[in-house]
T-cell receptor, first 107, second 115 residues
Framework: GIQVEQSPPDLILQEGANSTLRCNFS?????LQWFHQNPWGQLINLFY???GTKQNGRLSATTVATERYSLLYISSSQTTDSGVYFC?????????FGAGTILRVKS | AAGVIQSPRHLIKEKRETATLKCYPI?????VYWYQQGPGQDPQFLIS???????DKGSIPDRFSAQQFSDYHSELNMSSLELGDSALYFC??????????????FGPGTRLTVT
């Protein structure tokens, strides 16, 4: 099956710093989503981005499908950005998730 | 905007008991997916339904079964519960049309604790 790898596994930031999270996948996909799982366990959709670049406020994402990777950029981080960031690719009917990046933003 | 609804939000059961989790998809979404997330793990796909028919199956134990009803809501039935079934169970929904891939939207999850 498809492999999804995320890096880094853990990240500690000072409030206001910027960061880049990476997602590599081993096969062609027609859907890639980024999620934020908050401390209460909710999975929040950030981006649906099979290719190209999208921006939403302080967050932006880029997927280069031909090179099988996606990047999530977080600018001017806030403590509320803390949590786990997952990328997930669609393989068949299902989403296959990476192991996630645990982000901690300190004030 | 309406979101995916799951009930109950929390459930505590004893070993060997049964549990039923319910999922109400976003209106007009015809595809429902179930995922299981163990502590410290990423969500793992269990099963999906399109137009009330099972469309894909993942690592779902034989003790679990699921179905989608005529109003598109779905139920996940879990029997002979084991301690290892303690997890967060997510339901997601999407539109689906042939091979077109649509964004999946996740519900808030049901946290199941088996004691």
């Amino acid at each position: 099956g498809i492999q999804v790898e995320q890096s880094p596994p853990d990240l500690i930031l000072q409030e206001g710093a910027n960061s880049t999270l990476r997602c590599n996948f081993s096969d062609s996909v027609n859907n890639l989503q980024w999620f934020h799982q908050n401390p209460w366990g909710q999975l929040i959709n950030l981006f649906y981005i099979p290719s190209g670049t999208k921006q939403n406020g302080r967050l932006s994402a880029t997927t280069v499908a031909t090179e099988r990777y996606s990047l999530l950029y977080i600018s001017s981080s806030q403590t509320t950005d803390s949590g786990v960031y997952f990328c997930a690719v669609r393989y068949g009917n299902k989403l296959v998730f990476g192991a996630g990046t645990i982000l901690r933003v300190k004030s | 905007a309406a979101g995916v609804i799951q009930s109950p939000r929390h459930l505590i059961k004893e070993k060997r008991e049964t549990a039923t989790l319910k999922c109400y998809p976003i209106p007009r979404h015809d595809t429902v997916y179930w995922y299981q997330q163990g502590p410290g793990q990423d969500p793992q796909f269990l099963i999906s339904f399109y137009e009330k028919m099972q469309s894909d199956k993942g690592s779902i134990p034989d003790r679990f079964s699921a179905q989608q009803f005529s109003d598109y809501h779905s139920e996940l039935n879990m029997s002979s519960l084991e301690l290892g079934d303690s997890a967060l169970y997510f339901c997601a929904s999407s539109l689906a049309a042939g091979d077109t891939s649509y964004e999946q939207y996740f519900g808030p999850g049901t946290r199941l604790t088996v004691t």
